[in-house]
């Protein structure tokens, strides 16, 4: 190399050669990174996709395994939500905005006020008039807020409208306002960001927002963390955030959380969902004030959008913190989340419980279908105690049987969970205790349950809480109760029913006096627990019948003998006896009255001798065969001429005797002719009042397809000591021989 | 024309099996009727007695709902609580008569007398409005 020819080089170009080293040094790292930067990019991106995906799998199992937990307590029946109202209708407005944006668009084009702007154009100066909005084609936060604006005037301008009106004139059109009403509710519910229903126990707020979960949301794929009140204990005012970010993501980073958040709702176009179902349910008192901070936090994340549910006393009581809070304006909240049920829906959701339930059945008779439907708490008894069984025709509740049976699951159900922990016998027993004592049926004070008891509060609340038995409420604290605290019970039914069998198999053996006082002084005819009690101990007393003194003391009552008959025939058949039998046929003896009622739970009810195989039909037979004419006149054919035998009406009373007569029916298809009920048709056709026509038709379908079954019984009355049944008999044999025959 | 009348939310609701898109105007000429007559405005509050406010069902569930329901009829039962056979036929009707659509509107929300006020007055009047209206050989 030439080096001093190089030197000279150097030594010539000094400034441009530091120049160029320092270019080189430079440009070349930046270079680099130019080339490296898109793939750390790529890499980041795939890193944080692969982070997203985490947790969207982990979310998605976390809100199904809620799900799955209030499935297994059956306080959600999946499929069983009937879209009554516009609850649910509202619900989706919120949770998904961007896509229910243009449902509420599609409504506000629909409004048409012509016919209120011509009936009231001479009395205002302006029209309303919505304008016609252009849907949200591309659905973002930026553009859903700029239509919310927009659909904001438009509204506010029509309202103002609308609300100048004079409602003066006549024909002013209520429906306008209530339109109007209708719109801004749905409006209110798009634009705001934290939701909370609010209703009564047991009115169905868990199974609304699990059925909102499972059919919508998830469906829709909108990302929704569902938490309930009972998931959060032992917290402070920072420690629900990291509850929450800890069960979504898996780890503490909250920051992690947000950018989830974003990268899911931007890439889906929705919002994100996070509910907070029965805030009463946490027994943490810092709960409020922590709830407070989060919603707080969380809403700085414009995606958020939050459901909050409670029972409407404990959130007005406990939550008033919510209610102050700087995002106060961004609450909106639904009181009542039910409306009465039509008939089909009723019917619907009568079907829906049985089946969910797993129950086959062939026929409710009308009057306990009417019962279940009409207190769906008790049809939600009655499949619980029935669940997975063939129940065939179910003509009659024997409600202490049933409220056994349920007591006996859920006893069985918590002791198998606990390891044999007997807690909610101790909790009844206490909570009836208190309400014999101090002759108050309802707001037991928990402190006092708590006390006696000695079980946990904790555990008390749990059981409360996951069980129909009880009712947790506040009572006002100004009151004697401390604690604010109270039980109840759910359902009035249940109360009685373990108030009297607390009376008959606790208190009666331990204080005999101390019974017979209460009974003497609470279950009188005019005292609210009257009905109930008084039923389930005459139930106890027919089903255990060593309870002799039980039986003794009430047959000293002075309501026993106008309620003896109705009771007697609500009693499962299989508790009665012989002596009951015959008590009724004296009864039936005793007067005219007493007889009408007995012939009409027999013939309506109990016309099946295998169903009830004590107290049935059968029962009248010997009874009309040792009438006076004079006594059968006035006790059975007066009965048959009242309108109630008519097949033709269609009252429900009436109906009844169908079933009879379809029994009968049945039984000559099924070749049973053995049955003793065929023999009634016999006092019917002998009657020549109304249904002897139907009953001479049935009997000659008899004698064609089993002649000497029908003979028999013909004969059998031909050959009686009764003078009218003995020519009866002749008579019909002819009568019935050459008719065709047919029901 | 009318499919189905019940009630929902405590108020009386109608579906509608009709023709898609009959104008007001090409109800009134099918009347022969002019715009600006007494008929003519009696009969356009006929129209709004019947279409004012509608929804069009399959509109509805295939836009909002078709994640939410696996099927139309489903959509019936559940969101509209209809009995459901009355779904599954309302869903076979629209399958059987193209161009035509289940419109669904509660009573009394123009503010004008009802629908039965409209056309039970006399005999003929549904018949007539079947015949503008309503689907072929159908009624």
């Known amino acids: 190399m030439d080096w001093p020819a190089v030197k000279q080089y150097v030594s010539q170009n000094t400034a441009a050669i530091v120049v160029g080293l320092i270019i080189t040094l430079l440009v070349v790292p930046f270079l ?71 449902k509420f668009i599609d409504h506000i084009n629909r409004r048409d006020f012509t016919y209120t702007n011509s009936v009231l154009g001479k009395e205002i100066q302006q029209r309303i008039a919505f304008k016609v909005f252009r849907k949200l084609a591309r659905p973002s936060l930026k553009t859903f807020k700029a239509k919310l604006g927009e659909l904001n005037l438009s509204i506010t301008r029509n309202a103002a409208v609308l609300n100048n009106m004079p409602e003066k004139s006549n024909d002013f059109p209520w429906q306008a306002r209530w339109k109007m009403e209708e719109t801004i509710a749905k409006f209110n519910v798009l634009k705001s960001r934290v939701l909370v229903l609010l209703d009564d126990a047991g009115q169905g707020k868990t199974n609304l927002i699990c059925d909102l979960t499972k ?190 049976e349920y007591y006996r699951q859920i006893r069985d159900g918590i002791k198998g969970k606990t390891n044999g922990n007997d807690s909610i016998q101790k909790v009844i027993r206490e909570v009836v205790k208190y309400m014999v004592d101090s002759r108050l049926h309802k707001d037991v004070p928990m402190q006092v349950v708590i006390d006696k008891t000695a079980i946990d509060k904790n555990v008390i609340l749990k059981l409360i809480d996951e069980n129909i038995f009880f009712r947790r409420d506040v009572v006002d604290k100004t009151g004697v109760l401390l604690d604010g605290e109270v039980i109840s019970f759910t359902f009035d039914e249940i109360r009685d029913f373990l108030i009297a069998d607390y009376l008959a198999n606790v208190l009666l053996p331990e204080d005999e006096q101390k019974f017979t006082q209460f009974i003497t002084d609470e279950v009188l005819p005019q005292k609210p627990l009257f009905e109930g009690v008084s039923k389930y101990l005459f139930f106890i007393s027919k089903k255990d019948r060593s309870k002799q003194k039980l039986n003794q003391i009430l047959a000293k009552m002075g309501w026993w003998e106008e309620k003896y008959l109705h009771y007697l025939f609500e009693t499962n058949d299989v508790d009665l006896t012989d002596q009951d039998v015959e008590q009724v046929k004296r009864e039936f003896l005793s007067s005219k009255e007493k007889a009408e009622f007995i012939l009409k739970t027999l013939i309506y009810y109990r016309y099946d001798p295998n169903t009830y195989k004590n107290l049935n039909i059968t029962m009248l037979f010997p009874l009309l065969i040792g009438m006076s004419d004079a006594d059968r006149l006035q006790k059975f054919d007066a009965f048959l001429i009242k309108r109630h035998l008519s097949t033709y009406s269609g009252r429900d009373d009436e109906m009844r005797l169908e079933h009879y007569f379809e029994y009968i029916n049945e039984i000559i298809k ?24 139907t009953a001479k038709n049935s009997l000659s379908l008899l004698y064609r397809e089993h002649q000497v079954t029908a003979l028999a019984i013909l004969e059998k009355y031909q050959n009686c000591n009764n003078e009218y049944y003995k020519n009866r008999a002749h008579t019909l044999i002819n009568e019935v021989k050459p008719m065709r025959g047919g029901v | 024309m009318i499919y189905y009348e019940y009630k929902k939310d405590h108020n009386k609701a109608y579906i509608f099996h009709v023709v898609k898109n009959i104008s007001k105007g090409r109800f009134l000429r099918t009347m022969r009727v002019g715009r600006n007559s007494f008929a003519g405005r009696l ?38 609580c209809l009995p459901d056979e009355v779904a599954v036929e309302g869903e076979d009707k629209l399958l059987k008569h193209k161009n035509t659509a289940l419109l669904w509107r509660k009573e009394h929300v123009t503010g004008d007398y009802n629908l039965e006020m409209f056309t039970m007055s006399s005999d003929g009047a549904l018949n007539i409005l079947n015949s503008v209206l309503g689907v072929r050989n159908e009624n």
């Open chain 1, 32 to 102: 680099k990174g130019l080339v490296k930067w898109p793939f750390n990019y790529i890499r980041e991106c795939l890193k944080r996709r692969k982070q997203n995906i985490a947790i969207q799998k982990k979310l998605l199992s976390f809100t199904q395994d809620q799900i799955q937990k209030q499935i297994n307590s059956r306080k959600y029946l999946p499929d069983s939500y009937i879209e009554i109202n516009q609850v649910k209708e509202g619900l989706r407005y919120f949770c998904h905005p961007f896509l229910f944006c243009n």
């Open chain 2, 43 to 80: 009969l356009s509050r006929v129209y709004d007695c019947f279409f004012s406010e509608t929804v069009d069902l399959l509109d509805e569930y295939r836009v909002y709902h078709s994640s939410e329901y696996g099927s139309f009829s489903e959509f019936l039962q559940k969101k509209y």
């Open chain 1, 670 to 693: 099924a070749k049973d002719i053995n049955n003793p009920a065929l023999e009634f048709l016999f006092f019917i056709a002998s009657a020549e009042k109304t249904g002897s026509v």
């Open chain 1, 215 to 404: 059919e919508f949301l998830l469906k829709l794929e909108v990302p929704v963390a569902l938490f309930y009140g009972g998931d959060f204990y032992g917290l402070n005012n920072s420690s629900m955030k990291a509850f929450v970010t800890e069960r979504i993501t898996g780890g503490t980073d909250f920051d992690s959380l947000n950018k989830f958040i974003d990268y899911e709702c931007r890439r889906r176009k929705t919002n994100f969902i996070i509910i907070i179902d029965a805030l009463n349910e946490s027994s943490d008192p810092n709960f409020p004030s922590a709830l407070n901070a989060f919603i707080g936090d969380m809403l700085l994340n414009p995606f958020v959008r939050i459901i909050l549910t409670c029972r409407t006393e404990y959130y007005d009581l406990n939550f008033k913190v919510i209610q102050t809070a700087s995002f106060a304006p961004e609450i909106l909240k639904i009181k009542g989340i039910n409306s009465k049920l039509e008939e089909h829906e009723k019917d619907k959701l009568f079907r829906k419980y049985l089946s969910f339930f797993n129950i086959e059945w062939k026929l409710f008779a009308g009057r306990v279908y009417e019962k279940l439907v009409s207190n769906f708490l008790l049809l939600r008894i009655f499949c619980e105690a029935h669940q997975g069984r063939s129940i065939g025709s179910i003509l009659n509740v024997y409600m202490l049987d049933l409220f056994q």
